[in-house]
């Protein structure tokens, strides 16, 4: 079966003119105290927020008109006010293994990527969100990392993924988590989250909410490329599961393949990794490894790995390298993933050899790129040559 590319309508609530998304308020990516006081400026007590709330998220409803427990003039008065959106949906792909990937549309034109990938079994499976629109690092074996971050995403839109994702699956109103296909969610998409912390910390308790999409916080990973000042605060806010973009075991070969490596190295990242709040044995953290051929594969790596995260409750992920077009790298040979799979195991971690999903859609790890037109990328070059920091690569305050 050819992987099928398709476009897709957005499900939205009403048949909106710019004007109307210019003036109108998107209730979507609100938390529970925004909501509230949203409702309180319109002369509303807490309750309106909480049957809100309901529609919103656990029904997934985005027309107010059909929304039965609110009387027809509150409806009619939250319509006047009020849109329930999604971002837009650009195009739709599907895999041939049934990955499915979506091309969204925000309402700036930008537009990011969100894969769903399926279990083995295809009865369950994880959604992947984009935290922002390219990307803040530009580490070298990764495709979004080409393209350069034109902005951070807002709760409403990455929210909004998930909810565009359960549209396609039909998966309203929340389903018992047994029943569910979309079970999982992991911030590996477009960007780093925690350059942009608070949007993902209120998008993620949106989601986590038990009475709306309702994804425990044992179903969300959280992926850092390592910005360190941040992981213990994502550890005791959000409290979500870890996953650290590792992929070398030292200094000078993370340097190369991972900038970020030389502001936050080795040593001060695995001192992060023992810190991070509710890390244990039944939550351990999985540490993501590319293998890369002739850079970080040899067994000498997988035996300095060993000693990176002796005491640590770790998991090992070992990523065959995706190809994409312009990389540099090769995939080891799976001789030596399996050999470096097998020195980890023999001493008591797990390492699983990932099976790709989705390449070829460009939906497996690493190949997340958005065909949006970036206007702000070429300024950005120049303000990072010229040594300017962006307000976007710099760590929120603690």
Not at 1 to 12: E, F, G, H, K, S
Not at 124 to 149: D, M, W
Not at 207 to 217: L, T, V, Y
Request: hydrophobic share 40%; charged share 25%.
């Amino acid at each position: 079966m050819d992987a099928q590319n398709r476009c897709v309508p957005r499900r939205q609530s009403l048949s909106l003119s710019p004007m109307d998304t210019d003036t109108k308020k998107n209730l979507i990516g609100l938390s529970r105290d925004e909501l509230i006081a949203e409702m309180a400026t319109i002369g509303e007590k807490p309750f309106r927020a909480k049957q809100l709330w309901h529609w919103l998220y656990n029904r997934g409803e985005t027309d107010f008109a059909k929304m039965s427990s609110i009387s027809k003039v509150m409806q009619a008065r939250l319509a006047e006010q009020y849109v329930v959106l999604r971002p837009q949906l650009e195009r739709e792909m599907i895999s041939t293994d049934t990955t499915r990937k979506w091309l969204l549309k925000f309402d700036d034109g930008n537009e990011a990527e969100t894969v769903y990938i399926p279990d083995e079994d295809e009865t369950r499976g994880a959604v992947c969100i984009s935290s922002q629109v390219g990307c803040t690092l530009t580490c070298k074996f990764c495709h979004t990392g080409t393209q350069l971050l034109v902005r951070n995403l807002t709760p409403a839109e990455i929210v909004g993924q998930f909810m565009v994702a359960r549209d396609a699956y039909g998966e309203w109103p929340t389903p018992d988590d047994q029943a569910r296909q979309l079970s999982n969610i992991v911030m590996m998409g477009m960007g780093e989250p925690l350059y942009n912390f608070d949007n993902v910390a209120t998008a993620l308790k949106i989601i986590m909410d038990g009475e709306g999409i309702a994804i425990s916080k044992r179903r969300v990973t959280l992926s850092t490329s390592g910005v360190v000042p941040m992981m213990k605060r994502a550890g005791a806010e959000i409290g979500c599961n870890l996953a650290v973009s590792l992929h070398a075991v030292t200094d000078d070969v993370r340097d190369r393949i991972m900038p970020i490596n030389k502001k936050y190295p080795l040593a001060e990242l695995m001192r992060a990794c023992a810190e991070y709040p509710g890390a244990s044995n039944a939550r351990r953290i999985t540490f993501e490894y590319i293998m890369l051929k002739g850079v970080n594969d040899s067994a000498a790596d997988a035996r300095q790995l060993l000693r990176l995260l002796k005491g640590l409750p770790a998991k090992v992920n070992l990523i065959p390298f995706n190809p994409w077009p312009g990389s540099e790298f090769e995939c080891s040979d799976m001789k030596a993933i399996r050999t470096f799979s097998d020195i980890i195991q023999d001493n008591g971690i797990s390492a699983p050899i990932r099976k790709s999903r989705g390449a070829d859609i460009l939906a497996a790890c690493g190949q997340l790129r958005s065909e949006s037109q970036r206007q702000k990328c070429s300024r950005l070059s120049e303000r990072l040559a010229a040594g300017i920091e962006d307000e976007h690569h710099k760590v929120p305050a603690e």
